[in-house]
């Protein structure tokens, strides 16, 4: 693995930077591919696939950030909730 030392990061910190850099790669290139049409799915308004995506990005952060405050459980399980949250976002969402 490449020195991260210029940024004092930390592997999960890349790591997570890494992941939503992909995410967002695949989103674009399949946004390109086929193109979303807006739907109105269990949110209360409608959207696309973006707007999924920052919905579903927004509720795994919070959850993330309240599994951390709020209880003693390990790290993994916020990341896990949130990743959950994600995908049922831009499923149902």
């Not at 210029?6 to 989103?27: G, R």
């Not at 109105?40 to 599994?67: C, E, S, Y």
Request: hydrophobic letters at 60%; proline letters at 8%; glycine letters at 8%.
């Amino acid at each position: 693995m490449p020195s991260l030392e210029w940024m004092a990061w930390t592997p999960p910190v890349a790591i997570f930077f890494a992941s939503i850099f992909a995410l967002l790669l695949a989103m674009t290139i399949w946004e390109i591919r086929s193109p979303t049409i807006p739907r109105k799915g269990l949110l209360p308004l409608v959207t696309t696939r973006g707007d999924r995506l920052f919905v579903g990005l927004l509720a795994a952060a919070l959850l993330n950030l309240a599994l951390a405050g709020l209880t003693d459980l390990p790290q993994g399980y916020g990341a896990i909730a949130g990743v959950i949250a994600v995908v049922l976002i831009l499923r149902w969402g």
